[in-house]
């Protein structure tokens, strides 16, 4: 029976020590441990990448705080599911005094319904709540959860790391097949993992256990590569293949075709890629590759943010359809983008120039003394709200930054820019490169 367990979970850390690359947290003056050596516990978000050790991490606090451990995953678990544990997790602390742990893997895909149900358990203090997330939680998480929780921040495996955690794999896995394998170069196996533990250790036990009945004991580079190729799956939402789709399915949009848009799209959706991920993405594009050239695309954009977060799979799909399809037959622009990339660029090569004096703030005599805001046209004090004077600084001034797309709604921008700042700044059409 042991067999059919991966050869991950049996390496898995129980106790605090046997945790690579946390030393900040786990090591003796590291958060964790002395919270730990204290008794007391406080709810708590670990942030971090993929197989880093957010799990195995509240499981050993768990076991060392000799607290119950409920688990909950946000990708299968309901409001209905959280209130179930919450009632057990209640009637325990009541009779034992210790409120159990309560980890929730992936928190940042519970919608605000769904958090807003552990609140009352976390003040009250009937649970401990741990919750796991490779999102910013700043973003993912309530506020109000947030305020209650501690974050801690979960470090990327270095290199070290990984090559420790292979060998360790490999020997284990010698002593669980009586076998006498040994690994020629390690690189293989940690470009495969991405920096992930689980997935580094559940490699040698792939490739390994391609040879146990062969008189095989040294792994290749090239005998490692070939098992991992055949089973490296279509759609990994940590490696290259989640880039490299993303970048398809924005590049369709952006190139104005919706087929594409939709199709790039369905592969995501089938993966169960993060929706919040690919609404971001839309957010991003409305504004870098539309722009003015339609501003109501990044209000549709948002809205469909907004949605995709408390709505889910998968009715979110919908959703995502009809954004992506929108801003693909949208007019394009990238004048406002090019327009910041522009004024960045000046400003780190011309440095802190100074604000015109009638520009100035002048809250005091001494600063009006010293002609701070002399000057000064108040705009809405002339006809149509405007009058032309000096806004950037002296050694910039009349420098154009923002030139209009070439599209209906920033062609009448250009011709209003024209009539106001005639002589000023030169808004004539600029020659696409």
């Known amino acids: 029976m042991h067999s059919q367990i991966p050869l991950a979970e049996k390496m898995r850390p129980t106790t605090l020590d046997q945790v690579l690359g946390q030393q900040h947290l786990t090591g003796n003056q590291g958060t964790i441990a002395r919270m730990l050596k204290s008794g007391h516990l406080q709810s708590m978000i670990f942030w971090g990448p993929p197989g880093t050790g957010k799990t195995t991490l509240a499981e050993i606090i768990s076991s060392q705080s000799g607290r119950d451990f409920y688990k909950l995953s946000a ?10 544990v919450i009632e057990k997790a209640k009637n325990q602390h009541l009779f034992s005094g210790k409120a159990p742990v309560l980890f929730i893997d992936e928190i940042h895909r519970f919608n605000k319904s769904q958090q807003d149900s552990l609140l009352h358990a976390v003040e009250k203090g009937w649970i401990v709540l741990v919750g796991a997330t490779t999102e910013n939680p700043s973003f993912e998480v309530v506020s109000a959860l947030l305020s209650r929780s501690q974050v801690y921040v979960l470090k990327p495996l270095e290199n070290e790391h990984l090559d420790q955690l292979a060998h360790q794999a490999t020997k284990r896995f010698n002593e669980l097949h009586h076998s006498q394998f040994a690994i020629e170069d390690t690189a293989v196996f940690k470009h495969y993992s991405a920096g992930d533990a689980r997935k580094l250790i559940n490699a040698v036990d792939l490739v390994l256990g391609q040879y146990l009945s062969t008189d095989t004991t040294l792994i290749t580079s090239e005998m490692a590569k070939e098992t991992l190729q055949e089973n490296i799956v279509l759609y990994d939402k940590n490696g290259e293949q989640h880039y490299d789709i993303i970048s398809a399915f924005i590049k369709s949009i952006r190139g104005s075709d919706p087929n594409a848009a939709v199709y790039w799209l369905a592969r995501m959706i089938e993966a169960g890629e993060d929706l919040k991920f690919i609404a971001r993405r839309l957010l991003i594009l409305a504004s870098e590759d539309i722009g003015l050239a339609n501003p109501q695309a990044l209000t549709m954009a948002n809205s469909c943010f907004q949605a995709v977060s408390v709505i889910g799979y998968p009715e979110s799909r919908i959703i995502l359809s009809q954004t992506a399809v929108y801003l693909a037959v949208s007019a394009k622009s990238n004048s406002t983008y090019t327009a ?94």
Request: hydrophobic share 25%; no cysteine.
């Open 340 to 433: 910041i990339n522009a004024a960045v660029e000046e400003v780190r090569r011309s440095g802190n120039l100074p604000v015109p004096l009638h520009l100035r703030n002048s809250p005091t005599q001494l600063m009006k003394s010293l002609d701070y805001g002399k000057n000064y046209k108040y705009a809405h004090s002339y006809q149509g709200n405007f009058t032309q004077q000096q806004f950037l600084p002296d050694q910039l001034d009349g420098t154009v930054y923002y030139h209009p797309g070439h599209n209906t709604t920033e062609e009448k921008i250009r011709q209003q820019l024209n009539t106001k700042w005639q002589g000023s700044y030169n808004y004539e059409r600029r020659k696409e490169h």
């Open 75 to 84: 990708v299968s678990s309901g409001v209905k599911e959280v209130r179930e």
